[in-house]
């Protein structure tokens, strides 16, 4: 298997795809291919079903929230928050951070009226606003926030207390990485190709009252209220993603649920950040210390050139991603659930020869 570090679509755990693959043909004895089964069977409704509730499990299984499988990844999240929950004479607050956060933001002035809640701007997007003093205007419809930015490499460690204001957070790049209390947010979600499974399915999990109607202008297929009435199920589910996603909770729940996962993510993370931080300037960490994403790790090199060089060595060596994004530039390494703590020690050792070599 490549060293693969993705930013996304991403590694998978090696065990959930030999899994996948022993059923592929014929799913549990039925003949068939979970994909070629119909959505309204009970064999594909008991997967739909069972990985609802794997999540909700992860998570405590805190009452009134709901699970939904949408499509259109987390970008017609951007467009579907604002659609349902911002109305004429409220405002919708957004938090800065990076990339990720100013394409919601802006998907958000096309729909209705939103302000900055907070910004990381003045810092270059290095690390993440202090949310601890927040505050919002009477009409507020919502804060949304991205818990980590993919392509700056940062993460929010704590999140505020909205209130009554429901707090709605973009996971797609640290969901399920390490554990977190749901019920500080009213809705989470999350294109699942990083941490939960193969690309075509976005996981939202919400407080249900948020689900439970929309504005009645909106058409049938943006609506929450439709995908939450019919569980999900009101046309056709990417139903081969939702069965991964499935195999993919299996799996995490055998690493120790989320208290294991950050254990081991906080390992792989630490060990990385180390690598950067004790080569005496070679290496330099995009993001500050205190936010520093335990899931993108981005680090820049003294010049471009060399950045270049080292990207085409490491892609001679066998790593898989490790160029930043064109808009940040320098170095990314994302380290997502199932990229094994072997792949961060052989790029350790990479980037130790590489630094002997080039210094
Ligand atoms: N939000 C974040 C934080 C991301 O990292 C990404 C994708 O890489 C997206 C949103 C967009 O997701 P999608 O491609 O599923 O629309």
Same mark, same amino acid.
């Given at each position: 298997?490549?060293? #693969?570090?993705?930013?996304?679509?991403?590694?998978?755990?090696?065990?959930?795809?030999?899994?996948?693959?022993?059923?592929?043909? &014929?799913?549990?004895?039925?003949?068939? !291919? +979970?994909? *070629?089964?119909?959505?309204?069977?009970?064999?594909?409704?008991? =997967?739909?079903?069972?990985?609802?509730?794997?999540?909700?499990?992860?998570?405590?299984?805190?009452?009134?929230?709901?699970?939904?499988?949408?499509?259109?990844?987390?970008?017609?999240?951007?467009?579907? +928050?604002?659609? #349902?929950?911002?109305?004429?004479?409220?405002?919708?607050?957004?938090?800065?951070?990076?990339?990720?956060?100013?394409?919601?933001?802006?998907?958000?002035?096309?729909?209705?009226?939103? /302000? =900055?809640?907070?910004?990381?701007?003045?810092?270059?997007?290095?690390?993440?606003?202090?949310?601890?003093?927040?505050?919002?205007?009477?009409?507020?419809?919502?804060?949304?926030?991205?818990?980590?930015?993919?392509?700056?490499?940062?993460?929010?460690?704590?999140?505020?207390?909205?209130?009554?204001?429901?707090?709605?957070?973009?996971?797609? !790049? &640290?969901?399920? @990485?390490?554990?977190?209390?749901? *019920?500080? /947010?009213?809705?989470?979600?999350? %294109?699942?190709?990083?941490?939960?499974?193969? @690309?075509?399915?976005?996981? =939202?999990?919400?407080?249900?009252?948020?689900?439970?109607?929309?504005?009645?202008?909106?058409?049938? +297929?943006?609506?929450? &209220?439709?995908?939450?009435?019919? &569980?999900?199920?009101?046309?056709?589910?990417?139903?081969?993603?939702?069965?991964?996603?499935?195999?993919?909770?299996?799996?995490?729940?055998?690493?120790?649920?989320?208290? %294991? +996962?950050?254990?081991?993510?906080?390992?792989?993370?630490?060990?990385?950040?180390?690598?950067?931080?004790?080569?005496?300037?070679?290496?330099? %960490?995009?993001?500050?210390?205190?936010?520093?994403?335990?899931?993108? =790790?981005? /680090?820049?090199?003294?010049?471009?050139?060399? *950045?270049?060089?080292?990207?085409?060595?490491?892609?001679?060596?066998?790593?898989?991603?490790?160029?930043?994004?064109?808009?940040?530039?320098?170095?990314?390494?994302?380290?997502? #659930?199932?990229?094994?703590?072997?792949?961060?020690?052989?790029?350790?050792? /990479?980037?130790?020869?590489?630094?002997?070599?080039?210094?």
């Amino acid at each position: 298997r490549a060293y #693969n570090f993705n930013a996304g679509p991403a590694a998978l755990p090696l065990e959930v795809l030999q899994r996948a693959q022993a059923e592929f043909v &014929d799913y549990k004895g039925t003949g068939m !291919s +979970i994909m *070629e089964m119909s959505h309204r069977g009970a064999v594909y409704e008991s =997967v739909h079903h069972e990985a609802q509730s794997r999540l909700l499990k992860l998570f405590g299984s805190p009452s009134g929230y709901k699970v939904l499988f949408l499509q259109g990844g987390a970008t017609t999240q951007f467009a579907m +928050i604002p659609l #349902n929950f911002l109305s004429e004479g409220k405002s919708a607050g957004y938090v800065r951070t990076g990339s990720w956060a100013d394409k919601a933001l802006k998907e958000a002035k096309l729909v209705g009226e939103a /302000f =900055v809640a907070a910004s990381s701007e003045s810092a270059g997007f290095r690390q993440v606003p202090d949310l601890s003093k927040l505050e919002l205007p009477e009409q507020t419809a919502y804060v949304h926030l991205t818990s980590n930015e993919t392509i700056e490499g940062t993460s929010f460690f704590e999140y505020p207390d909205t209130g009554s204001v429901p707090l709605i957070a973009d996971m797609s !790049s &640290d969901i399920l @990485s390490r554990p977190f209390d749901l *019920e500080t /947010f009213g809705m989470v979600y999350a %294109g699942a190709q990083k941490n939960l499974g193969p @690309s075509g399915v976005t996981v =939202v999990i919400a407080r249900e009252e948020l689900l439970e109607q929309s504005p009645k202008h909106l058409p049938t +297929i943006f609506r929450y &209220d439709t995908h939450y009435k019919n &569980d999900s199920l009101y046309n056709t589910p990417p139903s081969f993603s939702i069965y991964m996603v499935n195999e993919v909770l299996k799996w995490i729940e055998e690493q120790g649920g989320l208290t %294991g +996962i950050e254990q081991l993510n906080r390992k792989k993370a630490g060990l990385l950040y180390e690598a950067i931080d004790q080569s005496e300037g070679f290496y330099s %960490g995009f993001a500050q210390p205190d936010s520093r994403s335990l899931m993108n =790790v981005t /680090f820049r090199l003294g010049s471009e050139d060399l *950045e270049k060089k080292f990207v085409k060595e490491s892609e001679a060596a066998g790593f898989v991603g490790l160029k930043g994004h064109r808009s940040v530039g320098g170095l990314r390494a994302s380290i997502y #659930n199932a990229v094994p703590f072997e792949a961060i020690a052989a790029l350790v050792q /990479f980037m130790e020869d590489f630094k002997s070599s080039n210094h």
